[in-house]
């Protein structure tokens, strides 16, 4: 079974620019989740979506906006690009999202603003 | 306050000595608990998992992890480290509450060395 896909893998954006990072998750895979790493703050939550439906969020501005899709797919979108917005984005899947269920992570979607 | 906390940023480690990397938690009720490597450029790959029953799990590489909830730790160990295993390990949780959902709360990482 494939696992977790993002694309790009790696981009160089501008200050002001936006973006939209995609991730495929795990075929049977329903939920999505979404991750920011930078080497300041660690790992942190941004948003989780389960059947096209956002169900959580983490504390990021209104800037970071993601969606899915009736496959699964998911797109995270982050406008007006600021410097510290540098960062590794993960996605991870999971069966259903439940606390229970175990997320698998993608490689990443490595993001340099300048 | 709701926290996970790995106390050692850092540890050297020689080949085929044994590592034991710590975590504790703080919060109401116990929490799932995973431990996550992350391999240079890469993404998080699960190493083993704990929800209940039997508190000591086995993983995947040779890793196991043992839970004690009267420390609120679950350590990761590894009876004889390879090179292969220089990465940089986390800690997550999550604990079942309304806002939970996708939602897991990571430690700041162990990064480990293994030298010849």
């Known amino acids: 079974k494939a696992g977790v896909t993002q694309t790009p893998r790696y981009l160089i954006k501008t200050r002001g620019q936006q973006v939209t990072l995609s991730c495929s998750p795990i075929s049977g895979h329903r939920s999505v989740s979404w991750y920011q790493q930078t080497p300041g703050q660690g790992l942190q939550f941004l948003f989780e979506y389960f059947s096209e439906t956002q169900r959580n969020k983490g504390n990021f501005p209104g800037r970071f906006s993601g969606r899915q899709f009736s496959n699964s797919r998911s797109e995270m979108n982050v406008s007006t690009l600021e410097l510290g917005d540098s960062a590794l984005y993960l996605c991870?899947?999971?069966?259903?999202?439940?606390?229970?269920?175990?997320?698998?992570f993608g490689p990443g979607t490595r993001l340099t603003v300048t | 306050a709701q926290s996970v906390t790995q106390p050692d940023i850092h540890i050297t480690v020689s080949e085929g000595a044994s590592l034991e990397l710590r975590c504790n938690y703080s919060?109401?009720?116990?929490?799932?608990l995973f431990w996550y490597v992350q391999s240079p450029g890469q993404g998080l790959q699960l190493l083993l998992k704990?929800?209940?029953?039997?508190?000591l799990v086995q993983g995947i590489k040779g890793f196991e992890a043992e839970f004690k909830r009267s420390q609120s730790s679950f350590n990761l160990r590894k009876p004889s480290v390879h090179w292969s295993d220089a990465a940089e390990y986390f800690c997550a949780v999550v604990v079942m509450t309304t806002d939970s959902w996708g939602k897991l709360q990571f430690g700041a990482g162990t990064q480990v060395v293994v030298t010849p």
């Open positions: 919060y109401g009720a116990t929490p799932y």
């Open positions: 704990y929800f209940s029953g039997d508190t």
């Open positions: 991870a899947s999971s069966l259903a999202g439940t606390s229970s269920n175990e997320q698998y």
